[in-house]
C-alpha cells in the first residue's frame, strides 16, 4: 500500500501553489517547503528520514513537483521555483488536489512520450509510467541538482548581500573589463551624481557610445521613478546600465523598454551572476577575488 497517496500529494502541492502564485517572482524551493509543512500535520511515513538522510517530507514534494515542471506549470531556475501561467490555470481549475495531482502525471506522461518519439523517429516510444511517489534514477539526479543549485545560489546570495557598496561597485566594473569594455572612471566614496561607472568601447574613449553604470545594492526592486532618475542622466548618445541586487519593478521593466531616445539594460542579481559565469576565465585575479566560482559536475537530469 503507496505510504503517499495521490490526494495527499496533490494537498501538498496546492498548498506550494498557494504560496508561490502569492510571490510571482519565486522563492527558493526550501522556503516553499517549509511554508507547506507549516500548513499540514505531517504523518509518521512523511517525518521520518530516508536511509541516506534528509527528511522524507521534503524529498516527496521536490519529487511531485518533477511532474509539475514537466507539465509546464512549474519553473525551476537560479535557486528558485515559480508558477507559469498555465501553473496559474490549474491551481485555479482544479481544485480537487486528487485530480489536481493527477493531472500534472497525465501532462508529465504525454511531455515523456512524445520526447522519447523525437529521440528515435523509427522507433515506437515507450509506454511512459507516471512518476508517482514512485521516482527513477533520473528523478533522483533531478532532486539532487536542484538542491545543489539551491544551496549555490543562497550562499552568492549571501555573500553579495554582504559586500561593501564600494565593493560591490568594483565587483560590476571587474566584469564590465572581463566583457571586453574599458573602465575609465569608477566613482570614489561620496555623492556621484548617479553614475558609479563610466566604461568605452576603446582605451581612449573616441569610438562611441559612452556607458553610464548606476550600481545598487539594495533587496528592494527599484521603482519606476528610480529609473527615471536615473534615466535624466543618460545622454541621448549614451548607453544607461542599472545594476541592482533586488530587481526592478514591472513598471520599471515596462519604462526602460519603452524607451527610444535612449537605450537602457537592467541587471538583477540572477543576470549580474550568469554574466559572471561567463566571463569568469577572464576575469583578473583580483577580479576572481570579488565573487570565486567554482564548476562542479553532476550527471545531467533528464531534460
Known amino acids: ?141 533531478t532532486i539532487t541538482f536542484e538542491q545543489a543549485e539551491e544551496t549555490a545560489w543562497a550562499d552568492i546570495e549571501r555573500h553579495l548581500g554582504k559586500m561593501l557598496p564600494y565593493e560591490f561597485q568594483d565587483l560590476v566594473a571587474a566584469l564590465l573589463r572581463a566583457m571586453g569594455y574599458h573602465v575609465g572612471w569608477v566613482a570614489p566614496p561620496g555623492k556621484d551624481g548617479g553614475v558609479d561607472i563610466l566604461a568605452y568601447n576603446d582605451p581612449l574613449g573616441t569610438r562611441p557610445p559612452r556607458m553610464k553604470v548606476q550600481v545598487k545594492r539594495q533587496q528592494a526592486k527599484v521603482t519606476v521613478d528610480g529609473l527615471r532618475a536615473f534615466l535624466a542622466v543618460v545622454g541621448a548618445d549614451e548607453v544607461g546600465v542599472f545594476v541592482n541586487l533586488g530587481g526592478f519593478t514591472e513598471d520599471a521593466k515596462a519604462e526602460a523598454r519603452a524607451q527610444h531616445g535612449k537605450r537602457v539594460t537592467l541587471i538583477d542579481i540572477e543576470r549580474l551572476v550568469d554574466l559572471w559565469a561567463e566571463h569568469y576565465d577572464r576575469l583578473d585575479e583580483s577580479g576572481r577575488r570579488r565573487l570565486p566560482l567554482q564548476s562542479i559536475y553532476f550527471l545531467a537530469p533528464e531534460p
Open 1 to 141: 500500500m503507496a505510504e503517499v497517496t495521490r490526494k495527499r500529494t496533490g494537498e501538498l502541492l496546492h498548498h506550494a501553489f498557494d504560496l508561490l502564485t502569492k510571490n510571482p517572482d519565486g522563492l527558493p524551493g526550501r522556503d516553499v517547503i517549509a511554508y507547506v509543512a507549516s500548513k499540514v500535520t505531517l504523518s509518521q511515513y512523511e517525518a521520518g528520514a530516508y536511509d541516506a538522510g534528509g527528511r522524507r517530507f521534503d524529498t516527496i514534494i521536490r519529487y511531485a513537483t518533477v511532474d509539475c515542471v514537466k507539465a509546464g506549470w512549474m519553473v525551476k531556475q537560479h535557486g528558485k521555483w515559480s508558477v507559469t501561467d498555465e501553473g496559474l490555470k490549474a491551481h485555479q481549475t482544479l481544485q480537487d488536489p486528487e485530480a489536481f495531482y493527477k493531472r500534472a502525471v497525465q501532462l508529465y506522461a504525454e511531455w515523456k512520450k512524445g520526447t522519447e518519439a523525437k529521440s528515435d523517429d523509427d522507433a515506437p516510444a515507450a509506454a511512459p509510467t507516471p512518476t508517482g511517489v514512485g521516482v527513477g534514477a533520473s528523478n533522483t539526479a
